[in-house]
């Protein structure tokens, strides 16, 4: 729990299939405002599990009369979580949790050793696994010798069985892992468990649309927000890896970056 968020009962439990009611602590005397106070609680509430996936919760004017605050503070609180992709509101059915988001650093990992660490169960679909002749932009990311092949791949990341991402990779073929192992596994395992090991990489992280494709792979509407990552990886031997199109599903991504003044 943070300090500046109110506590969530872990027993806060609904009748069956009903909303819930959270035991939420709002404090008067605090500096923190009020609807942060709620936001921050039921974030709490959500990040530690005590409100699942599809949980409903109280609505807005129930809630208001239970903790003493006023309708529109209620509804300021619950749409600072809405906007971070943690709440929805549906009509007819209240305001639902939906999958907890991903919160990643910036750092030389891969994003399946990521959810695992934040105890997710990643899953990888195989798009497109296609070892041929390179392009010429391949050639020169690569630093490729005349002759090498690659190994084009396209994947589908799911977190707890919800897609998160859309990764497009280019590998040299001699260090390619199988089908079947980059299924079962993240690319960076895979190439540890070849004896290749990752120690720098170059990032660029921005902004886009959801077009038909991505759309159609992330269960996400046409023209949502996603979030893009290009990356190029080097070994200790200066050779390159890879080099990627990652993109993330805005409202279940994020990035996080630790800034140091120098």
Do not use: W
């Not at 990341?157 to 073929?173: G, H, Q, S, W, Y």
């Not at 996603?226 to 279940?252: C, I, P, Q, W």
């Amino acid at each position: 729990m943070s300090a500046d968020s109110p506590t969530a009962a872990a027993d806060a439990a609904p009748a069956a299939n009903g909303p819930i009611t959270l035991d939420l602590a709002i404090d008067r005397d605090r500096s923190t405002p009020l609807y942060l106070q709620l936001a921050g609680g039921i974030e709490d509430a959500i990040r530690s599990g005590v409100l699942g996936p599809g949980s409903r919760l109280e609505n807005e004017l129930t809630l208001a009369k239970r903790l003493g605050l006023s309708r529109p503070t209620v509804r300021q609180g619950i749409q600072e979580l809405v906007d971070k992709g943690m709440l929805v509101r549906k009509r007819g059915v209240g305001t639902q949790v939906i999958q907890a988001p991903v919160n990643r650093q910036v750092a030389l990992t891969s994003l399946y050793d990521d959810l695992r660490t934040a105890g997710k169960a990643p899953r990888t679909e195989i798009v497109e696994y296609r070892i041929g002749r390179p392009s010429p932009e391949a050639v020169d990311r690569l630093q490729l010798a005349p002759g090498e092949q690659v190994l084009d791949l396209i994947r589908v990341r799911f977190a707890d069985d919800e897609p998160l991402a859309v990764m497009r990779n280019t590998i040299p073929e001699r260090i390619a892992p199988t089908r079947a192992a980059l299924a079962a596994n993240g690319l960076y395992a895979c190439l540890r468990e070849a004896g290749i090991t990752t120690v720098l990489a170059h990032e660029r992280i921005g902004a886009t649309v959801a077009d038909e494709e991505h759309a159609e792979l992330l269960d996400e509407e046409l023209g949502a927000a996603l979030l893009t990552m290009e990356r190029k990886s080097f070994a200790n031997d200066g050779s390159v890896v890879e080099y990627g199109f990652h993109v993330y599903r805005a409202s279940r991504y994020s990035f996080e970056v630790t800034l140091v003044d120098s």
